[in-house]
């Protein structure tokens, strides 16, 4: 079967991603995909994850445990990534998952204001052959906007540079999310 947006985002990762890369999980949630990127990473790599919901972190850090000492989790938004890393810390990936974190306050959501400068931050620090992954949640109120910057943005990035790859299925119902890859050349 045709794998959803999340298992694709994770077979992206999968396929880049090796033991002690250093790798960036922007939107950390209830820690899924800071879970499986620490997993990836192993000891020997890094993830910096972030997240502006001290529940979020503290979802994060109770699904990690004691095991994971790789990950470095932040109570911050990831806008803040260029002063919360080393100037010349390079990444292998980062993922953004946007929209709200399920069973939460739903008004609390990425937005494009913040979004954008993020993923230039990922960018500008990107490997070659590194990847940056949106998965655009968008049926919220002001998803649709988002969504709109987001693939504005990524669609008018330098074809020499990066490719742009996005996947979705376009047949189904309740707006479902559309996966983005950005690959540096
Ligand atoms: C769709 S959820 C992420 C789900 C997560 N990947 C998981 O595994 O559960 C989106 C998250 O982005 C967070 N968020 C909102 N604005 C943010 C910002 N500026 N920086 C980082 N995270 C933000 C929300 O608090 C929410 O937890």
Do not use: W
């Not at 990534?81 to 974190?101: H, R, T």
Request: aromatic share 8%; hydrophobic share 40%; with cysteine.
């Amino acid at each position: 079967m045709l794998k959803t947006a999340l298992h694709f985002s994770h077979q992206l990762l999968t396929d880049i991603v090796e033991k002690g890369d250093t790798v960036i999980d922007a939107t950390m949630g209830n820690g899924n995909d800071t879970l499986f990127l620490a997993k990836l990473v192993d000891k020997t790599g890094k993830v910096y994850a972030f997240d502006v919901q001290k529940q979020a972190v503290e979802n994060t850090a109770t699904k990690l445990g004691t095991a994971y000492p790789q990950a470095t989790l932040f109570l911050a938004g990831h806008e803040e990534i260029n002063q919360k890393l080393s100037p010349v810390e390079k990444i292998k990936a980062a993922i953004f998952n946007l929209g709200y974190l399920p069973k939460s306050d739903k008004s609390i959501i990425t937005q494009e204001d913040t979004t954008i400068p993020a993923m230039k931050a990922v960018l500008n620090r990107l490997l070659p052959t590194g990847r940056m992954i949106l998965v655009i949640y968008y049926g919220h109120p002001g998803g649709e906007q988002e969504k709109n910057a987001v693939l504005n943005f990524c669609s008018q990035l330098p074809q020499e540079d990066f490719s742009v790859l996005t996947y979705q299925f376009i047949n189904q119902k309740n707006n479902p999310p559309i996966l983005v890859c950005v690959e540096k050349k």
